[in-house]
């Protein structure tokens, strides 16, 4: 079956350290996408590729890098800038834009990062 | 900008009971409206959507409207049962951006449905 695949479940990362989200799907999505889970705060978009070797910064992308290297794989990088890395994270993908789009976003289970 | 305002929660109803979660949106556009259900552990999965003024999305019993004239897109489902006990989101995709498929979301809405 196609989906998205989201690795680890679950996250430990020591202060200072950077660590790498993993994030792959096998629905030939042309759009991937990394989002920020908090307690109350709904999501919030950290960063964002429509095609492969170019991604756009979202609404909170300090702190965090990507890569889209691949079509199929958008790994997230937490570095230790990010102050506040303790939440959950979210990826998603979805079909290529058209204008007009209605495409909905397909999305991952989910990782856990909490700082040790 | 674009934003979405949900019904806050957390919402505790029966068994059977009549659901509705409000959601408003504010948008640039002409935005498409979704909701997306959220199981716990888990990510976001489409729950329904609609595309333009007057649509009707449904799913699984839950159904909204979408009303330009209110910019509101409330979720509501007839007789609720145990298993919808989840996180509610509301989010609009803002086609002014053209072809640019960035979600923006409420914050959000539990639902727990007591047996």
């Known amino acids: 079956d196609g989906g998205i695949t989201q690795s680890p479940k679950y996250l430990f990362r020591k202060e200072g350290q950077n660590v790498t989200l993993s994030c792959e799907q096998n629905?030939?999505?042309?759009?991937m996408y990394w989002y920020r889970q908090d307690p109350g705060q709904g999501l919030r978009l950290i960063y964002y590729?429509?095609?492969?070797?170019?991604?756009q910064k979202g609404d909170i992308a300090e702190g965090y890098s990507v890569s889209r290297e691949k079509k199929e794989s958008f790994p997230l990088t937490v570095t230790s800038a990010q102050k506040n890395p303790t939440a959950f994270y979210l990826c998603a993908s979805s079909k290529a834009s058209e204008i007009y789009s209605n495409q909905p976003q397909h999305f991952g289970d989910g990782t856990r990062l909490s700082i040790l | 900008g674009d934003s979405v305002t949900q019904m806050e929660g957390p919402v505790t109803l029966s068994e059977e009971a009549f659901l509705t979660i409000n959601c408003t949106y504010t948008?640039?556009?002409?935005?498409?409206l979704f909701w997306y259900v959220q199981y716990p552990g888990e990510g976001l999965q489409l729950l329904l959507k609609a595309t333009k003024a007057d649509d009707k999305g449904s799913n699984k019993g839950f159904e909204a409207t979408y009303r330009k004239e209110t910019t509101s897109f409330h979720l509501e489902k007839g007789s609720v049962q145990v298993s919808d006990s989840a996180v509610y989101f509301c989010a609009l995709s803002d086609r002014a951006n053209f072809g640019n498929e960035k979600l923006t979301f409420g914050t959000g809405t539990r639902l727990t449905i007591i047996p």
């Open positions: 629905l030939n999505h042309d759009a």
């Open positions: 590729s429509q095609i492969v070797n170019d991604f």
């Open positions: 948008a640039t556009g002409y935005p498409s």
